[in-house]
């Protein structure tokens, strides 16, 4: 039986038992991490901004595992494993399963660093849930307020009317900062937001993270670890709008309404491109294969920084890559590539260096003490986002190679067996011994 299909009978048969059991395991609560500190801060701009410091923090958070809190690279190779790429320079990086949260390998991954539009996977994960993708609203004047100096901008116009579905495109293809400004302010305004988004990170176990602006836009205080960027972007690729909206290569968007020569008012519409380079590709770098998302970042004070997450005969990988020191055009992307082929080619030959710990809300099982993992660090289990409601689970296609929308991209959905899902409770998680990604895109080749 072919490897991919073995893969999926193994998941099907896992999730199968989860079903008729409701209960499985979920990792222990590691202790939380202090409060980011001053001199770990980003800043509004490079004018009033010193970058952070180049040498990690002696003690960091040792959430996932003790070896996580360590500075410098770590990894237990074993046998024929390949050796990490030696020619890596971001401050920060980690490579975990997508779905067992083993971490196969890290550097620095709880180093408190400014996290630039990465924030936007945590802003997504927070509000997807709230707005049906067919709610429409009216742009205001005071939606706009409050944008950086130097935001990247989707385009969104005063006294236009977008649809949920649109400013989504606009936070997850563009990075825009006004679509952000816009749910936010149909989520009750910036404030409540970012009251909401530290309150989700603190249930993911992100808490290395504290938000100040729900875009990213460097702000003092604002932080986040490569380890808490993959732990929000495990969390929103249980939600197949997340998943979607994060894949999409190009789609069509709302642009200002005008009369035309006969004086009818009609409304034009723009391409726009995903800046995510893996996924869309560059002149120096080519879209990498299963590629499915997640989301880019660069500020001034951030430098560059992204999450991706990749499939490969069978396996989901996530790569979290923060500020490449070498300043190479599209740097970010390149050591993401690099780690993404160290680890599908090491998985199953290294011993995990730590674990993606599940989300506070995920039940434990009476049965956890007597199945736990023997090696240090290996994930016994982890659950699965299950909200209900809009950006929740679903066995549904994400996206064909042309959505209704005029959004393209060469992907297929790539339904992962599941079975029935059991709820726990409303806006509760679905526990397995791992966390699939149902849905999850593939390229197709």
């Not at 993708?133 to 409050?146: F, I, M, S």
């Not at 199953?348 to 730590?354: A, R």
Request: glycine share 10%; with cysteine; hydrophobic share 40%.
């Amino acid at each position: 039986m072919p490897a991919p299909m073995n893969q999926t009978v193994r998941r099907s048969l896992l999730v199968t038992a989860a079903s008729l059991t409701s209960l499985a395991l979920t990792a222990p609560v590691a202790l939380a991490a202090p409060k980011p500190s001053p001199s770990t801060s980003a800043s509004p701009s490079a004018s009033t901004s010193a970058s952070p410091s180049a040498t990690p923090p002696a003690n960091m958070s040792t959430v996932g595992g003790a070896r996580l809190g360590q500075a410098g690279t770590q990894v237990a190779l074993a046998g024929d494993a390949p050796v990490v790429p030696k020619d890596l320079t971001a401050r920060s990086w980690i490579v975990a399963d997508a779905e067992s949260g083993e971490v196969l390998a890290a550097h620095n991954a709880h180093w408190r660093l400014p996290p630039a539009s990465t924030m936007k996977m945590l802003f997504a994960d927070t509000l997807l849930p709230k707005f049906p993708r067919t709610t429409t609203h009216k742009v205001e004047p005071k939606d706009l307020e409050g944008i950086g100096s130097g935001s990247s901008l989707v385009g969104i116009k005063e006294n236009e009317t977008y649809t949920v579905h649109d400013l989504w495109l606009g936070v997850f293809l563009r990075s825009g900062n006004d679509a952000v400004h816009v749910l936010s302010a149909m989520n009750d305004g910036v404030a409540n937001t970012v009251k909401e988004m530290n309150e989700h990170a603190e249930e993911l176990q992100a808490l290395d993270t504290h938000v100040v602006s729900p875009d990213g836009y460097d702000a003092p205080g604002q932080v986040s670890s490569a380890y808490d960027l993959t732990l929000v972007a495990r969390s929103g690729l249980q939600k197949k709008d997340f998943r979607e909206y994060c894949s999409t290569v190009s789609a069509k968007f709302p642009g200002e309404t005008k009369k035309n020569k006969k004086g009818k008012k009609v409304r034009s519409t723009f391409e726009i491109q995903n800046t995510n380079r893996l996924l869309a590709g560059d002149y120096d770098v080519t879209q990498y294969p299963g590629i499915a998302g997640v989301k880019n970042g660069n500020t001034t004070n951030a430098g560059a920084t992204f999450t991706g997450v990749a499939e490969r005969d069978g396996r989901v990988l996530l790569v979290t890559v923060m500020n490449p020191e070498k300043s190479e055009h599209n740097e970010v992307y390149k050591e993401t590539a690099k780690l993404f082929d160290w680890g599908f080619a090491a998985a199953g030959k290294v011993t995990p260096v730590g674990e993606l710990v599940p989300p506070k809300g995920a039940a434990p099982s009476p049965q956890a003490s007597g199945q736990a993992s023997a090696q240090p660090g290996a994930n016994p289990s982890s659950g699965e986002s299950a909200k209900a409601g809009q950006g929740g689970t679903s066995q549904q296609p994400v996206a064909g190679a042309v959505a209704d929308d005029g959004s393209r991209g060469m992907w297929t959905a790539l339904a992962i067996a599941g079975g029935v899902l059991v709820l726990l409770a409303a806006g509760a998680f679905v526990v397995n011994r791992r966390w699939p990604l149902p849905d999850l895109v593939r390229r197709r080749r």
